[in-house]
């Protein structure tokens, strides 16, 4: 498309360029001002290089009519730092790492009108709104318990972090 567009415009250039030289024609053997033909026609050209580029920069929005429909085409890849590449490395290996444990249902008790607790291996007694931590090896795991009802626990995932060693004499928590 934007040789088509610069062909086109290169087109419009020439033929502007040689309605001029007709009629510039007897002035020059009149004036012998060659120059100022010559920089008559350049600045047509440079007016003309920016028509084309605008031409070029409007076509960018368009759709290219040979795709698929529905096809959209991959957006440009972003060029990374190192500094970034070495972030996303890292991110990824902790990616890696995560295997969100399961949480063992123990038991629902009722605490209260309407009101229930769960008790889950590793964590304990457990109730609604209530955000739960769990580390396993070097990861720590969060959920948030949205609600216990007799039927059971909706749990929703939160987090998982590596697990940093707490330092002496600072609070963490």
Known sequence: MKHLASMLALLQVAGIVLAQEEEIAPDIAATNSVNDVA????TEVLEATNRIEEADS???GLR?????VGYEPAPPEVE???EEVEQVKIEEEIEKKIH???LHLKGITSAGKGRYM???AGIGLVESDQTVRLRRGDM???WLIEKVTTKGVM????EARPYQLPTIGVRTQ
């Open 39 to 42: 920089v008559t026609n350049m």
């Open 64 to 68: 290219d009519p040979f795709w698929p």
């Open 140 to 142: 720590l795991y969060s």
């Open 100 to 102: 969100w444990p399961a």
């Open 155 to 158: 749990i929703t995932r939160l």
């Open 118 to 120: 769960a008790i889950i």
């Open 58 to 60: 409007e076509l960018l």
């Open 80 to 82: 990374l730092t190192e």
